[in-house]
């Protein structure tokens, strides 16, 4: 359902305040919402000069929005069994120096590796242009922490990612995110090189109103390809969050979107507001968090993000640099979410569980602590007593026989063992090793 002409107003209303406010040429956002594309409207002019207003259909170029494209390229790699994330670099490509970074550490921006390029790239505007310029950049990049010491943001690791994408493919690290990621998903507004309509790069002036053009760098292959070459609209942006929302499997495994979306770095230490997962930003809003990315690039900002809970998301795109547009984005997410919450899910009947899953069900007591066990969507899951509502229920995937596999949530990917009594019933369980019996007993008896 899309929204109201009231709600439409008031949404409109926060980009033009924010317009207004922040002196942005333009700004474009959009709110997802059950899927879909619930609303999208632009405020400014997409060209100044020419006086061109903005549309929700004009690109923008979305900067390190695009590492999210090559995590998901690289995650696709490793369903396809052809890397693991513990693999070292050199084992996929032959580098002078900094084999050793493992692919996940580089994905989460835990590397330690230095955050651009050797050389002063955003001086010249001047990038690598071919895979042994880049390689070869490799033997004067520093190591300035070390890994796993912290979060460390770093360009140089996303653009490497391209290259290992593109060597595991055999394809150009471009024509593999079109023909993998961009047209499986109907992206068709999202691409390496702009396509009509675009809005203009701006720079605004700090003490006049007067606006200057920013460089375009619209070269379509080469340089910061893996990192931030992307143009895309906001209706692209919020389709792209559905699918970080639920991935689609023809794309990429859900087992793998769930890893993506795991904490791996905290990159706000302080207020632990804002951490990485494998390739994804995650942010805490209130009791929520939400993944997706920050973009930025000369005369453009961008920002994507989507609660996975409630599906909501939004995306904000701006031609010039002087907004934080995922302020702007969650805005307009909490706005909707006011207006128009989400549905929760309809319970409804379903199966009876199987035989011999039936008496394992109920209240279970573990070292002073009582868990209740249920048989959930066609699966065993269980949860603390006590547990808020919003806690997610761990899940088990039966291994054989009596052997389950916790799969999400506490105590993931350790074993749940049932054990029997001469009629069949389960009368204990053993879950991470720890005792689970029927009545409260001491540790140890």
Not at 46 to 52: F, K, S, T
Not at 107 to 127: A, C, D, I, K, Y
Request: aromatic share 8%.
């Amino acid at each position: 359902m899309p929204a109201s002409d009231e709600l439409a107003v008031e949404l409109r209303a926060v980009l033009a305040q924010s317009q207004t406010e922040n002196r942005l040429p333009s700004i474009a956002g959009a709110v997802l919402r059950d899927g879909d594309v619930f609303w999208a409207d632009a405020v400014g002019l997409a060209d100044a000069e020419a006086e061109e207003a903005a549309t929700p259909e004009h690109q923008y170029r979305i900067g390190s929005i695009t590492k999210t494209f090559t995590a998901v390229g690289v995650m696709q790699l490793r369903d396809a069994g052809k890397l693991e994330l513990e693999d070292r670099l050199d084992k996929h490509l032959d580098v002078p120096a900094r084999g050793d970074l493992t692919l996940r550490r580089m994905l989460s921006h835990g590397s330690g590796l230095q955050r651009e390029v050797p050389g002063n790239v955003w001086e010249t505007l001047e990038f690598p242009k071919s895979t042994d310029e880049l390689l070869a950049t490799l033997a004067e990049a520093e190591m300035v922490l070390a890994p796993g010491e912290r979060w460390h943001y770093s360009n140089l690791a996303f653009i490497l990612l391209g290259e290992v994408i593109a060597r595991l493919s055999g394809m150009a690290y471009e024509d593999y995110v079109e023909a993998r990621i961009l047209q499986p998903l109907g992206l068709t507004r999202t691409s390496f090189a702009p396509e009509p309509p675009t809005a203009v790069a701006y720079s605004v002036e700090p003490y006049t109103d007067v606006v200057q053009r920013e460089p375009m760098l619209v070269e379509r292959t080469g340089g910061i390809a893996a990192a931030g070459q992307l143009w895309s609209t906001v209706g692209d942006l919020c389709r792209w969050a559905a699918f970080l929302a639920s991935a689609d499997p023809d794309v990429l495994s859900p087992e793998s979107l769930e890893l993506m979306t795991s904490v791996q770095t905290m990159a706000d230490p302080y207020r632990w507001s804002r951490a990485w997962g494998v390739g994804l930003m995650l942010v805490r809003s209130g009791d929520r968090i939400y993944c997706g990315h920050d973009g930025g690039m000369p005369g453009y900002v961008a920002n994507v993000l989507v609660d996975r809970d409630s599906g909501l998301g939004g995306a904000v795109l701006v031609n010039a640099a002087n907004v934080d547009p995922a302020a702007v984005t969650l805005e307009l997410v909490d706005k909707v979410r006011e207006r128009r919450p989400p549905q929760s899910r309809q319970w409804g009947p379903g199966p009876p569980p199987p035989d011999d899953v039936a008496s394992a069900l109920g209240r279970w007591w573990s070292e002073g602590q009582e868990f209740v066990f249920r048989w959930h969507d066609g699966r065993l899951e269980a949860r603390w007593a006590g547990a808020a509502a919003w806690v997610p229920w761990t899940r088990f995937e039966q291994v054989e026989g009596d052997r389950f596999r916790t799969v999400f949530g506490r105590e993931h990917g350790e074993p749940l063992v049932l054990v029997r009594d001469g009629d069949g019933r389960v009368t204990r369980m053993y879950w991470a090793t720890y005792p689970f019996d029927r009545e409260h007993r001491v540790t140890g008896a």
